[in-house]
Every structure is written in structure tokens, then in C-alpha cells.
């Protein structure tokens, strides 16, 4: 399954770069109003006012971007219609994710050096113990946006299926959040417009569409928890998706 989501990840990435390009190129606008704007002024309340702004602003496009490139990830096309109604959908949840990642990082920040200072054995346990704990709840939250695309459930309901995402295959959310990391890390090298924050957000996506076979899987009956079957589970996607390889990047029309 992990080569599958490498791959598919790839070069649905390389389809639509232009929609990517254009999310990547928003959430660079809006760091820039939140940011790089008040940076200019003397006013450290303003400059407060900015990071907060930047953050929701941050997490309402996470919210937006997933609910439009889910389409990308489910093999559906992307126009401006269904950007209208990714925008429009995903404000709500967008701040309510917003909070809960600003709380977060908040208790991180306040908790993780407190238990640090503590010292001895108990500080030592203390700061592991609610590094694991914060690890978690992230590699939990980077779920948030690709479920709630997917489900349109609640915000406690898209909490609890990220957590069950998440619980279902730990080192799967590892790995993935890497990934992330390295969209956002070979960004520079062209503007900050690829793959950037918008490519790990269309691998969350393309993540938790094949997370999401598993779970269906799970829940038929009598299904056991355990390997699950995933050449089964991926026959119809693997077919739609065909025999891509570097001769298609270059030559898409030809397939």
C-alpha cells in the first residue's frame, strides 16, 4: 500500500501542479498579511494580531485546499465551481481546526519546557511522556482536513476518525507526515510553489482515501482486526490508475 500512495501521490501531484501551484501561491499571500506585514511595524500587539490571523487563515486553507484536492485524490475533476464550494465549506471547520492547533501549540510550548526544567528522573519522564502525547495528537490533526473532505461529519466525529486513522497504523502517520515535511522542504527551490504546503495536503488526502478502503473493510462483518488485504482492497485503483511511469511525465497524452 505504501508504494500505491507514493506513487499515486506523485504523479496526481504532477497532473494538477497548476491547481497546486495556485493553493501554494494563496497561503503564501496570507502568510504575507499575517506575518511579514506587521513585522514592518513597531507594534508587538500587531505583530500578535498577525500570527493569529495567519494561523486561522492557515487553517481554514488547510480545510479548504483538502476539500477541493480530495477530488484530485477520488480521480474527480477540479474546476472553479468546485473550488467555490471548497472555499465555502471549509471556513467553519478551518477555524475550528485553527483553535484546536493553536491550543495545542500552545500547551506544548508552556508544558514541554516546564517538565524540561523539573529535572531528575520524574522531569525526565514527565517532558518524554507529553512529547509522545503532543506527537500524537499532531500526527492525529494532520488527519483533520482529508477526513472532514471526505466524511462532511462533525467536528468531534472528523476528531475521532482522524484518531482512528491514526491509531490504525502509527507508523503509516509517520511516514506521512515526513512527507510533509519534505513537500514543504523542497518547496524553496521553486518559490514556495511545489510541492509545497498544498502537495502534503493532497497526500494526506490520497492517505486517507486508501486508509479509508481499511476502515470500510474493518467495519464489514465479521472482519477481524489485523493485516488487511490490500492487494484486494486496491484492485480497483490500481486499474484506474494504470502503468504510470517517468515517460508519462514528460508525455502525458501519449498513455
Known sequence: MLKFFLKKSFFDGWDTMFSLAAFNAVLLALAAVGLWLPSLTGYAWLRLAGLAFAVLAASVW??????ALYRVADGRSLGLDEIRGAVRDGIVPGLQYGAVVTLAV??????????ASLGGALGVFAAGLSFWL???????LQ????????EGKGFVESMRLSFIAFVDAPGFAAILALDGLLCVALSPVVAFL???????????????RLRRLKLRWL????A???RAPWEELLAEDVEAFGNRGFKDLLFPWKR
Open 62 to 67: 488547510a480545510c479548504v485546499a483538502a476539500n
Open 106 to 115: 500552545a500547551a506544548a510550548s508552556a508544558a514541554l519546557p516546564f517538565y
Open 134 to 140: 503532543f506527537a500524537a495528537l499532531w500526527l492525529t
Open 143 to 150: 488527519y483533520f482536513p482529508a477526513v472532514k473532505a471526505a
Open 194 to 208: 511545489l510541492p509545497g504546503f498544498s502537495g502534503a495536503i493532497l497526500a494526506v488526502c490520497e492517505a486517507y
Open 219 to 222: 467495519s464489514n462483518a465479521g
Open 224 to 226: 477481524r482486526p489485523g
